[in-house]
């Protein structure tokens, strides 16, 4: 029936796929059988560590290298580091066990290395996934960390309390390549997760917790996305917004089914290398009032007594997921990064689903309408939003083989989301819904209407482009987003969706 529906439809139209906004996956890691050789990859090499003198340097203007010694560093950050413990900002342990160097007191102490990282394989798990749309549902592997219990752990300035390094006790780092992030531009990470406390510590105060975060930097001067500068003085640097972008999940499923894997979407945006720098010098860095990290030597082996407490801030970046629970088992699939405005498009039959992300006045403005007409849904006009579909078995490259589809109406609903709903066609005397399953592929762009009743503004921080302070003056209007993918839901979600 599929080569029938396509008879007596609109005229083929393409979508503008060079269109330098579109959404853009920047990478995928689902833990199959490429993970081998992808966690291995060498992105960079680090060969200099710039540090500003802390006597006497105020504004972080002056710096001083210090240089590494002939293959200190020669394996260079790799892929991911894999899961590593950093205390106060003291030890790196990377993926191949070799400890960093820096820190010898602490010798080769296994339980330096609580917990045990392990790829999964679970033939069950090939489906386990397909109800997010995903279109593998899952694969054959899972990435699974185990944690111990770091409480034992002591060095020669005495013992280390947990709460000092507790967003980044343990973590799986992901080194991106150069060019993957970009200026001014939003990021959607999306990963799936469960957690579930190990037999016998079900009573152990501290609940499962896995933190996200898009950073930028390297091991001891690493620092999430910011909103823009922190600063007091409005006239040097007018913005203010000290916040960061990090996401924490804490309530799992996890202590009464370890059977159900959760979705997680967390948004993020990268300003500007500048602003970056800015506020990780004037946001200062989360050990140093415990204890100032120092080498005592530099790279020739000479006393040097500086304190390297101000590390200027490379130009590198990594997605970070924090496993800081003991007593946990943690397991990880499917972790992509996502250039792009929106927390992402779903469908199920004739119904999609679009989440726009960031917190915005949608809801507002439904509850509104709602007062006015008593009708708790707002209805877009159709020129604000286009659907084209990819026929199965085509070259996406090829204009014919793109369709504009046939859409009902798109609605702003009370739950927060916007809904879109295909036409009904006839065939052979009955009537049906075109279904977004029967194509390969479908693409959504979405303008931000302008009439005051339906166009979306960001509400709450933190919201992207902090440091465009027109933008912000004119109300903080959601941007247009183009060319979304979407992923099917096989099982029907949001089913209660409904339209006039």
């Given at each position: 029936?599929?080569?029938?529906?396509?008879?007596?439809?609109?005229?083929?139209a393409?979508?503008?796929?060079?269109?330098?906004?579109?959404?853009?996956?920047?990478?995928?890691?689902?833990?199959?059988?490429?993970?081998?050789?992808?966690?291995?990859?060498?992105?960079?090499?680090?060969?200099?560590?710039?540090?500003?003198?802390?006597?006497?340097?105020?504004?972080?203007?002056?710096?001083?290298?210090?240089?590494?010694?002939?293959?200190?560093?020669?394996?260079?950050?790799?892929?991911?580091?894999?899961?590593?413990?950093?205390y106060?900002?003291?030890?790196?342990?990377?993926?191949?066990?070799?400890?960093?160097?820096?820190?010898?007191?602490?010798?080769?102490?296994?339980?330096?290395?609580?917990?045990?990282?392990?790829?999964i394989?679970?033939?069950?798990?090939?489906?386990?996934?397909?109800?997010?749309?995903?279109?593998?549902?899952?694969?054959?592997?899972?990435?699974?960390?185990?944690?111990?219990?770091?409480?034992?752990?002591?060095?020669?300035?005495?013992?280390?309390?947990?709460?000092?390094?507790?967003?980044?006790?343990?973590?799986?780092?992901?080194?991106?390549?150069?060019?993957?992030?970009?200026?001014?531009?939003?990021?959607?990470?999306?990963?799936?997760?469960?957690?579930?406390?190990?037999?016998?510590?079900?009573?152990?105060?501290?609940?499962?917790?896995v933190?996200?975060?898009?950073?930028?930097?390297?091991?001891?001067?690493?620092?999430?996305?910011?909103?823009?500068?922190?600063?007091?003085?409005?006239?040097?640097?007018?913005?203010?917004?000290?916040?960061?972008?990090?996401?924490?999940?804490?309530?799992?499923?996890?202590?009464?089914?370890?059977?159900?894997?959760?979705?997680?979407?967390?948004?993020?945006?990268?300003?500007?290398?500048?602003?970056a720098?800015?506020?990780m010098?004037?946001?200062?860095?989360?050990?140093?009032?415990?204890?100032?990290?120092?080498?005592?030597?530099?790279?020739?082996?000479?006393?040097?007594?500086?304190?390297?407490?101000?590390?200027?801030?490379?130009?590198?970046?990594?997605?970070?997921?924090?496993?800081?629970?003991?007593?946990?088992?943690?397991?990880?699939?499917?972790?992509?990064?996502?250039?792009?405005?929106?927390?992402?498009?779903?469908?199920?039959?004739?119904?999609?689903?679009?989440?726009?992300?960031?917190?915005?006045?949608?809801?507002?403005?439904?509850?509104?309408?709602?007062?006015?007409?008593?009708?708790?849904?707002?209805?877009?006009?159709?020129?604000?939003?286009?659907?084209?579909?990819?026929?199965?078995?085509?070259?996406?490259a090829?204009?014919?083989s793109?369709?504009?589809?046939?859409?009902?109406?798109?609605?702003?609903?009370?739950?927060?989301?916007?809904?879109?709903?295909?036409?009904?066609?006839?065939?052979?005397?009955?009537?049906?819904?075109?279904?977004?399953?029967?194509?390969?592929?479908?693409?959504?762009?979405?303008?931000?209407?302008?009439?005051?009743?339906?166009?979306?503004?960001?509400?709450?921080?933190p919201?992207?482009?902090?440091?465009?302070?027109?933008?912000?003056?004119?109300?903080?209007?959601?941007?247009?987003?183009?060319?979304e993918?979407?992923?099917?839901?096989?099982?029907?979600?949001?089913?209660?969706?409904?339209?006039?």
């Amino acid at each position: 029936m599929a080569g029938l529906l396509l008879m007596g439809l609109p005229v083929l139209a393409q979508p503008d796929l060079t269109n330098p906004n579109s959404a853009k996956e920047v990478f995928r890691q689902d833990f199959e059988a490429s993970w081998d050789a992808w966690k291995t990859t060498k992105i960079d090499e680090i060969n200099e560590i710039q540090y500003y003198v802390k006597e006497g340097d105020t504004d972080g203007a002056s710096f001083t290298p210090w240089t590494a010694a002939d293959g200190e560093w020669a394996k260079g950050p790799i892929r991911t580091d894999s899961i590593i413990p950093i205390y106060n900002g003291e030890m790196t342990v990377i993926d191949s066990g070799e400890k960093a160097k820096g820190n010898e007191e602490w010798g080769d102490d296994p339980e330096l290395y609580p917990g045990s990282t392990t790829i999964i394989e679970d033939l069950d798990h090939k489906t386990e996934l397909s109800q997010f749309g995903e279109a593998d549902g899952g694969g054959t592997h899972y990435f699974q960390f185990i944690s111990d219990t770091v409480k034992k752990i002591n060095s020669g300035n005495g013992a280390y309390s947990n709460h000092l390094a507790a967003r980044y006790r343990r973590n799986l780092f992901v080194r991106l390549k150069p060019g993957d992030i970009e200026q001014n531009s939003s990021y959607r990470l999306t990963f799936y997760v469960k957690a579930k406390t190990l037999p016998g510590h079900e009573d152990y105060s501290a609940s499962p917790t896995v933190y996200a975060d898009v950073m930028r930097g390297y091991y001891h001067a690493e620092k999430p996305f910011s909103m823009g500068y922190i600063s007091n003085d409005k006239n040097t640097h007018p913005y203010e917004y000290s916040n960061t972008f990090e996401y924490t999940k804490d309530n799992f499923y996890e202590d009464k089914d370890w059977d159900n894997w959760e979705k997680v979407t967390f948004m993020t945006y990268y300003t500007t290398d500048s602003i970056a720098e800015y506020f990780m010098f004037k946001d200062g860095y989360w050990w140093a009032d415990d204890h100032a990290w120092t080498w005592s030597k530099d790279a020739a082996g000479n006393t040097t007594g500086k304190d390297l407490s101000y590390i200027v801030q490379p130009n590198k970046y990594f997605v970070r997921l924090g496993f800081p629970a003991d007593y946990t088992k943690y397991a990880v699939d499917n972790l992509s990064l996502t250039k792009s405005w929106i927390a992402g498009c779903e469908y199920h039959g004739d119904k999609m689903r679009v989440d726009f992300g960031y917190k915005n006045n949608l809801g507002e403005l439904v509850a509104a309408e709602k007062k006015r007409t008593g009708v708790d849904q707002i209805e877009i006009p159709a020129e604000n939003f286009q659907v084209w579909c990819l026929q199965k078995g085509k070259d996406p490259a090829e204009a014919s083989s793109w369709f504009a589809m046939p859409m009902r109406s798109a609605e702003y609903h009370a739950d927060g989301y916007m809904y879109m709903f295909t036409k009904f066609y006839e065939f052979e005397g009955a009537e049906y819904a075109y279904q977004f399953g029967d194509y390969d592929k479908v693409l959504v762009s979405f303008q931000n209407p302008t009439d005051s009743k339906t166009q979306l503004k960001y509400t709450d921080t933190p919201f992207p482009k902090g440091n465009d302070s027109t933008w912000i003056k004119e109300g903080k209007v959601v941007p247009d987003f183009v060319n979304e993918m979407r992923l099917p839901l096989l099982t029907p979600m949001f089913s209660m969706a409904y339209t006039q």
